[in-house]
């Protein structure tokens, strides 16, 4: 048993270092995507708000939306599992 909590906390310490820190390739990569889906869920609410656009992509736009909700849902645990309290 102790030779799984080294494991795990290895793991929890290199998930810390790619989600709070940027001086890392994957730190860098977590960012920018992070970035790249925040502002592709705005786009998607702001798309979803113009009439027209609701009226032709509004299914595709609701589902989209709800992959972003799940993914931040599912980040959120993540990020708690990996931050050591």
Do not use: C, N
Request: glycine share 8%; charged share 20%.
């Amino acid at each position: 048993m102790v030779g799984q909590g080294k494991a795990f906390g290895k793991w929890r310490e290199t998930l810390y270092r790619v989600i709070f820190e940027a001086d890392t390739p994957a730190g860098k990569a977590f960012d920018i995507a992070l970035i790249a889906v925040i502002l592709l869920s705005v786009l998607v609410v702001l798309l979803d708000s113009i009439g027209k656009v609701h009226d032709d992509l509004g299914e595709a736009l609701y589902l989209a939306e709800w992959v972003f909700t799940l993914a931040f849902s599912v980040s959120i645990p993540v990020i708690l599992t990996s931050y050591s309290l």
